[in-house]
């Protein structure tokens, strides 16, 4: 029975631990790949450490409510902290998870609600949407952006960025490029942006889109392409204050943080100052790969 699990996603670690015997730790779908072994007490310092075990949330109250994403889960501020309530429909007006983060997110514990699941039932206390929302709060510290786009790195390392948002052609894209062999698809719908040893790097993450696509592994970032359909494959150079404005639209920065917010617009800023940026129209067969390839 897995008591733990070291995670690393864009370079940002994660060590998530049981405190109770009777909760196990297990990882789901995509995130498997990003589990680099079980946690150890001994680790080098991970970005956070994450406590899990049952507990009865009809006891947790109070704080003042930050945010409300309209059904999933809501915001609180807690203990000098951050407190994050997880509802669904089908198990009632309780949250059936609850987070609470220091204010650093250096660490943190999440309690599940136990009368809700059966004896023995597996759970991933990080479940979705909680670990995007955890490495959306580490990246926001001065460490990086996550993007609505499909990363692609082709057969010399390079990275190219699709981004758009939904409906834009992420996915399509995605699976153009992943027919030729020496290609990888770091996601069809989510990717991190990095800035380490002098360039822009892109990562890819657990949280795919349809095509299912993500890959824990990272490319310089050569090209950002934003999306659009068209009737014939194009690509038109954009200019800066333009493309980053669009940037920030496909961004997924905390808006109820300030201090966030400004690293984020920050963030992009530099980048479409330091990488190429183009709008992409395209139609949906192959020979896109090579308009792309030749800018």
Not at 93 to 116: Q, T
Not at 184 to 201: E, H, K, P
Request: overall charge neutral; hydrophobic content about 40%.
């Amino acid at each position: 029975m897995q008591r733990s699990a070291l995670l690393r996603i864009a370079d940002l670690t994660i060590a998530l631990t049981s405190e109770d015997p009777k909760l196990t730790v297990s990882t789901q779908g995509a995130n498997t790949q990003f589990v680099v072994r079980e946690a150890e007490p001994d680790d080098a310092e991970p970005d956070v450490r994450v406590r899990a075990r049952w507990g009865n949330l009809a006891e947790v109250s109070g704080g003042r409510k930050l945010f409300d994403s309209g059904g999933l889960w809501q915001l609180f501020t807690a203990n000098g902290g951050l407190r994050f309530h997880f509802t669904s429909p089908a198990w009632g007006p309780l949250p059936y998870k609850v987070a609470w983060f220091d204010k650093e997110f250096a660490s943190g514990e999440v309690l599940v609600h136990r009368p809700y699941f059966p004896p023995g039932h597996l759970v991933y206390p990080l479940e979705y949407p909680l670990d995007e929302l955890l490495i959306i709060h580490l990246l926001a510290a001065g460490r990086g952006v996550e993007v609505h786009a499909c990363g692609v790195v082709d057969g010399s390392g390079q990275g190219y960025l699709f981004a758009g948002q939904s409906g834009a052609g992420k996915t399509t894209m995605a699976r153009l490029w992943q027919k030729p062999e020496e290609i990888t698809v770091l996601s069809d719908d989510r990717i991190i942006l990095r800035y380490q040893a002098g360039q822009f790097w892109m990562y890819g993450t657990p949280w795919h889109g349809e095509a299912g696509l993500s890959s824990p592994a990272r490319a310089p970032l050569k090209g950002v392409y934003l999306l659009r359909h068209g009737p014939s494959n194009r690509l038109v150079p954009l200019r800066r204050s333009s493309t980053a404005a669009r940037l920030v639209a496909c961004s997924f920065p905390p808006f109820y943080h300030s201090s966030g917010l400004d690293f984020t617009l920050g963030f992009l800023d530099q980048l479409v100052e330091a990488v190429p940026c183009y709008e992409l129209s395209f139609t949906p067969d192959e020979r896109v790969i090579a308009l792309v390839r030749r800018s």
